[in-house]
């Protein structure tokens, strides 16, 4: 049974547009959320991550937002460069060992 | 840098052979993880081990055991190869400190075909 869905298997934005990845997750005992990113042939990177006690966390170009109450959370890539085109995972943890990822969204970023 | 290697990026292997699959890590990492990709089925846990000789299976261990003899090392054995396994594997790990326990490196993976 998926415990995190990405129910958008790809997503289009253009260059310098804001792109927003969404994952969904059903077991409200996880604590903590990363977003991976992923290229062919290569192994996934970490990108950014957050607690459950926060709502937001921000790097440069990239902005997690967490709503505990719709058990929801959104990557926002802003301004979206060719350089993102990649798979991104979500993934969550409720014990600190294994993560539960989603499927990913291939996300294409064109000029 | 954390580094982990895997000892093949690609591999091609018959149906019925054994198989191993090696990973290394260098940052004294206490959890280690194999996971496989396939298309539209995202990553999937095989096994983990969360300290030398310890083992747990994830979600997906049935035709796959693990090894784990010293803490920088995790293998990764398909007793019998399947035409099912063929699929990217991909190792990781991870420490235990709190602040770190939950980031997992991942290695460059490897891609195996079973024919």
């Known amino acids: 049974d998926q415990q995190v869905k990405q129910n958008s298997p790809s997503l289009s934005v253009q260059e310098g547009r804001i792109s927003i990845l969404n994952c969904d997750y059903t077991?409200?005992?996880?604590?903590?959320f990363l977003w991976y990113k992923k290229y062919p042939a290569e192994g996934p990177t970490f990108l950014i991550s957050i607690s459950s006690i926060k709502d937001k966390n921000e790097d440069g170009r990239f902005t997690v937002f967490l709503n505990k109450s719709a058990k929801h959370l959104s990557l926002h890539i802003v301004p979206s460069q060719p350089g993102d085109s990649a798979v991104y995972f979500c993934?969550?943890?409720?014990?600190?060992?294994?993560?539960?990822f989603g499927k990913g969204t291939s996300l294409l970023v064109t000029p | 840098d954390v580094k982990v290697t895997q000892s093949s990026r690609y591999l091609v292997k018959r149906t019925g052979e054994k198989v191993f699959l090696e990973c290394v890590q260098d940052m004294d990492h206490e959890n280690m993880f194999w996971y496989r990709q396939d298309p539209g089925l995202g990553l999937r846990l095989i096994y983990f081990s969360y300290d030398v000789k310890m083992k747990e299976k994830g979600d997906i261990p049935e035709g796959y055991s693990v090894s784990r003899e010293k803490k920088e090392r995790f293998s990764l054995i398909l007793e019998s190869a399947s035409t099912n396994q063929t699929s990217m594997y991909l190792c990781a790990s991870s420490s235990i400190r709190w602040q770190d326990s939950y980031e997992q490196y991942f290695g460059p993976g490897t891609r195996l075909t079973v024919t």
């Open positions: 993934a969550a943890s409720n014990s600190g060992y294994a993560l539960n």
């Open positions: 077991n409200s005992m996880f604590d903590y």
